[in-house]
């Protein structure tokens, strides 16, 4: 047995082609298309490739996108500031601060100034609340690519015995929450899993595995249940290699379903940042246009 792939470039090129027929409506039917800000602390060169990502997928949807530099040595209040006046500006429908920031930024105060309608990350405390009792459509975009990736197989996640391996704010705690909300029943894995030595017993039950940690290789091959569909949201670089955080080659064999990395999750996590974009949109103008 070998899985078949999740191939997260088909699957963002298929989301894409349906929002931008979402935006072409938007535009006919009130004359706009949603803006995006991403405001970046300095000029770092891997963050800036990923801006620039995202610019040019906005720029296949035919979403305006504009990346927004200020100094790296900026303090918090001043870019509060400029937050508080993007919030204001009714020309702006998303903002995203990229990430990482300084040391001397505290990100999550500063996350928390974004207006809630306008959050483009889904990260605004308010928003993560709203999650629980399903009032929000600005879902955290990584967790969002996982639920495309799981909704593509077509399998039903009812019932399903899912392990999430990785509790960050970003991706394992929201991400609990979308598959409660599928009646799924979760697991959550964390370093005291570990630390407990009970990992493995927990991996290998899973139907369902997703894995966000950021180390490579520590879910084993030998540990995936057979048939379990395996979702790897692990960026590491090993030497001149990109690998995730499951070992791919054994896994293959055993699962049903698997993420490559890299050409899995992220280029879907993109395309949600700009789903959330339209939402947003739509939340400000109230439109009532739907596909």
Same mark, same amino acid.
């Given at each position: 047995?070998?899985?078949?792939?999740?191939?997260?470039?088909?699957?963002?090129?298929?989301?894409?082609?349906?929002?931008?027929?979402?935006?072409?409506?938007?535009?006919?039917?009130?004359?706009?298309?949603?803006?995006?800000?991403?405001?970046?602390?300095?000029?770092?060169?891997?963050?800036?490739?990923?801006?620039?990502?995202?610019?040019?997928?906005?720029?296949?949807?035919?979403?305006?996108?504009?990346?927004?530099?200020?100094?790296?040595?900026?303090?918090?209040?001043?870019?509060?500031?400029?937050?508080?006046?993007?919030?204001?500006?009714?020309?702006?429908?998303?903002?995203?601060?990229?990430?990482?920031?300084?040391?001397?930024?505290?990100?999550?105060?500063?996350?928390?100034?974004?207006?809630?309608?306008?959050?483009?990350?889904?990260?605004?405390?308010?928003?993560?609340?709203?999650?629980?009792?399903?009032?929000?459509?600005?879902?955290?975009?990584?967790?969002?690519?996982?639920?495309?990736?799981?909704?593509?197989?077509?399998?039903?996640?009812?019932?399903?015995?899912?392990?999430?391996?990785?509790?960050?704010?970003?991706?394992?705690?929201?991400?609990?929450?979308?598959?409660?909300?599928?009646?799924?029943?979760?697991?959550?894995?964390?370093?005291?899993?570990?630390?407990?030595?009970?990992?493995?017993?927990? /991996?290998?039950?899973?139907?369902?595995? /997703? /894995?966000?940690?950021?180390?490579?290789?520590?879910?084993?091959?030998?540990?995936?249940?057979?048939?379990?569909?395996?979702?790897?949201?692990?960026?590491?670089?090993?030497?001149?290699?990109?690998?995730?955080?499951?070992?791919?080659?054994?896994?293959?064999?055993?699962?049903?379903?698997?993420?490559?990395?890299?050409?899995?999750?992220?280029?879907?996590?993109?395309?949600?940042?700009?789903?959330?974009?339209?939402?947003?949109?739509?939340?400000?103008?109230?439109?009532?246009?739907?596909?």
């Amino acid at each position: 047995m070998s899985a078949k792939l999740l191939d997260g470039k088909s699957l963002a090129a298929q989301i894409k082609e349906k929002l931008k027929r979402e935006v072409d409506q938007l535009r006919a039917s009130t004359g706009q298309v949603p803006r995006l800000v991403n405001i970046m602390l300095g000029n770092d060169h891997g963050s800036c490739a990923y801006a620039n990502s995202q610019k040019r997928v906005a720029e296949q949807i035919g979403i305006q996108y504009e990346l927004v530099t200020l100094p790296h040595n900026i303090s918090q209040q001043d870019l509060i500031d400029h937050i508080k006046r993007f919030n204001r500006d009714e020309h702006i429908h998303g903002i995203m601060i990229h990430k990482p920031v300084p040391t001397h930024i505290q990100y999550r105060v500063v996350a928390n100034y974004v207006d809630i309608t306008k959050d483009l990350e889904g990260i605004n405390v308010a928003n993560i609340g709203k999650l629980i009792v399903q009032e929000t459509k600005l879902i955290p975009c990584t967790p969002a690519a996982v639920m495309e990736h799981l909704h593509s197989t077509r399998v039903p996640l009812r019932g399903k015995e899912v392990v999430i391996v990785g509790h960050s704010e970003i991706v394992g705690k929201p991400l609990n929450l979308l598959l409660l909300e599928e009646y799924a029943t979760v697991t959550v894995c964390h370093i005291a899993t570990s630390e407990a030595g009970k990992l493995m017993e927990h /991996v290998r039950r899973a139907d369902v595995l /997703v /894995v966000a940690v950021g180390k490579p290789a520590l879910i084993k091959g030998e540990w995936i249940k057979q048939g379990a569909i395996v979702i790897d949201v692990g960026i590491n670089q090993v030497g001149d290699k990109i690998v995730g955080d499951v070992e791919f080659e054994v896994a293959q064999k055993k699962a049903s379903y698997i993420t490559p990395v890299p050409g899995g999750v992220g280029p879907v996590t993109v395309v949600m940042l700009m789903r959330n974009g339209i939402e947003a949109f739509k939340l400000q103008t109230k439109s009532k246009v739907k596909v």
